[in-house]
């Protein structure tokens, strides 16, 4: 990773979108709190989250707004989406964070939630005025969302306003203060693809192919079962591993039970 003049590593690495506009967001909280305690970060265009950080952490940075969006939008939201947290599965730690999702308001009856955006204290009287807008999006919907993401292996960090969801940020990052200091850690890289350096690398590499399997699930799998060839053959047993549920297993066989047909031969069919 490229050091500044004085041959400082950077510790985290920002996405240069998460940085414009004028409102602040956590992900500006946290750049405040890097430059405050003196910690080297870089900021640049990132394929795969928002936020990347020591030992193969990523973060991507939603709102509730965002999640909504997903849902209601056009018919390619949700599968983009998908695609977001596919590729996040890449990183052996990945994180979604949802930043107001803790001071939204739910309504099953009339099957909407009510996102604030404004908060003011009424002058001379202890109340707190906000402001609220509402969407039409039923709060099952919105919550199978969230718990779809969890099924997948990426935990999911629940903030209530942009300073605190960047001070989980911040947690993340450096739990105990552990990762300030770079000496003697793995520092972020900004990756497709685990370098493969070894047998070990090669198996976790193969079996983290699988939908919904990342590098933290792909070496639970192999601990428990021994070898790729017994992680394959026992496959209806994965949900012995934590945080692999019927999808994931589901997801898996069809790849593996499904006829393989060669793009290339299919669009000439077509043609």
Known sequence: MQTDLFGNVPVVVIDVH????????????????????EIQYTIQKIP??????????????????DLVNTLKGSAAG?????????????YEKPYLLIENVLSIRRDPVKGCVYIPFKSNKSKNKPFMVTMERVSYIHPSAFDALIESVKERGIEVLEGFNALHSAGLIYGVLFPDDRYK??????????????????MADEQEFFIAGFPSVNVVRAKALLNLFGSPF???RRIDEWEEVSGIGPK???????????DYVDKEDDESTDD
Do not use: C, W, Y
Request: cysteine-free; charged content about 30%; overall charge positive.
């Open 181 to 198: 200091d770079e000496s003697g850690t793995r520092l972020p890289v900004v990756r497709t693809r685990k370098g493969l350096d070894s």
């Open 248 to 258: 994931t297993v589901a997801a898996a066989r069809k790849v593996l039970f499904s």
């Open 78 to 90: 949700v599968p983009r989406f998908q695609k977001q947290m596919d590729a996040l599965l890449e």
């Open 230 to 232: 017994e992680v394959v």
């Open 18 to 37: 998460e940085t414009g506009g004028k409102r602040m967001n956590s992900v500006k909280h946290l750049m405040s709190m890097l430059d405050k305690e």
């Open 48 to 65: 795969i989250g928002d936020v990347l950080g020591p030992e193969g952490i990523a973060i991507e940075r939603k709102t509730v707004n």
